[in-house]
């Protein structure tokens, strides 16, 4: 778990950039939050850019953890919750914080 919670530093940019995408264009489309008044490029770059960012993270996290999912005695249905949930640990913290 130690691995996830190192990997949930990083995690801060994927997350971010997910809700900064999704607070822009769908919640703003529903009218649940309001749009960014300078954003004015458009989703390509961010389907381009965040894209690529949180797969290359969601890759490395998978790849980082497939191993290690052998060789820990949880059960298996718990391991990847968990997993997620400690590595966005340092994101719920950060947005306490701030």
């Known amino acids: 778990m130690s691995v996830n919670l190192l990997l949930g530093l990083p995690a801060v940019v994927p997350v971010w950039l997910l809700w900064y995408f999704v607070a822009n264009w769908p919640f703003a489309a529903l009218g ?9 490029d458009g989703m390509l770059p961010w389907f381009l850019f965040g894209g690529a960012v949180t797969v290359g993270f969601t890759l490395l996290w998978w790849l980082a953890n497939r191993p290690m999912r052998r060789r820990v005695a949880a059960a298996s249905p718990w391991y990847w919750p968990t997993s997620a949930l400690v590595t966005l640990l340092p994101t719920f913290v950060l947005a306490i914080v701030l």
Do not use: D, G, L, M
């Not at 649940?32 to 004015?40: A, D, F, K």
């Open 32 to 40: 649940w939050t309001r749009r960014e008044p300078t954003e004015n």
